[in-house]
């Protein structure tokens, strides 16, 4: 996923601002730094996708 955001970066094309967060007030203090409207997605390393 982060390759194609580089990708897209690399030849202008708008892309969403994103970080990463371990901790709750980790999420709190990028979301205050980011601004606005933000969304959280919740990541649980378990393993491959299926392959």
């Known amino acids: 996923e982060y390759q194609a955001k580089e990708i897209l970066d690399r030849f202008g ?8 967060a ?3 007030e980790e999420a709190k203090e990028i979301a205050s730094r980011i601004g606005g409207k933000v ?6 390393h378990a393993g491959g996708r299926g392959k």
């Open 13 to 20: 094309v708008p892309t969403p601002k994103a970080e990463v």
């Open 39 to 44: 969304v959280v997605k919740a990541q649980v």
């Open 22 to 24: 371990s901790t709750p």
